[in-house]
C-alpha cells in the first residue's frame, strides 16, 4: 500500500495530470506525468526560506475502468499490483512529480513482472526513471 503522501486522490488533480502532463502508451497501460509548477514567493526580503522546506512527494494515482475488467475483485487485484511496483519506483523518481497510471483492456491477462518492465519501461521514456536502474 502506498503511504498517503504519495496517493493522489483529489478529481482535479486527475484532470490537471490528464489535460497538461505528458503520457507514454504500451498495449497493457497509458503512465502520464505531470510536475506541479512551485508557486513563487512574491518578492521576499529573504532570498531564501529558513528553515529548508521539504520537497513535495511523488504522487501516484490508479485507474482501471470496467472495460479492462468486468469484476471489481479483479481491477482491484491489478491497482494492487501496480500500487506495489510504484511503492517500489517512488524513490527513484523526481521530487514532487504527479504519475496516473491507466490500464487498458486486456491488461486482466498480464502477470507482476510484465506490469514491472512496462512501467519501467514507459518512466524511462518520459525520462522520469533513468534506464540504468
Known sequence: MLPQRHRLRLSRD?????????KAVSSHMVVRVFKPQEQ???DSAEPFLWPPQPLTPVKVGI???QKVHRRAVVRNRLKRQ????MATLIPALPA???????????ADQCEYGE??????QLLIQ????????
Open 82 to 85: 501496480i500500487r506495489a511496483i
Open 96 to 106: 514532487g512529480l504527479w504519475v496516473v497510471v491507466s490500464l487498458r483492456p486486456g
Open 115 to 120: 506490469f514491472l518492465q512496462e512501467l519501467k
Open 126 to 133: 518520459l525520462e522520469v526513471l533513468h534506464g540504468h536502474s
Open 40 to 42: 513563487a514567493q512574491p
Open 14 to 22: 486527475f484532470t490537471q495530470v490528464y489535460r497538461f502532463g505528458r
Open 63 to 65: 485507474t482501471v475502468s
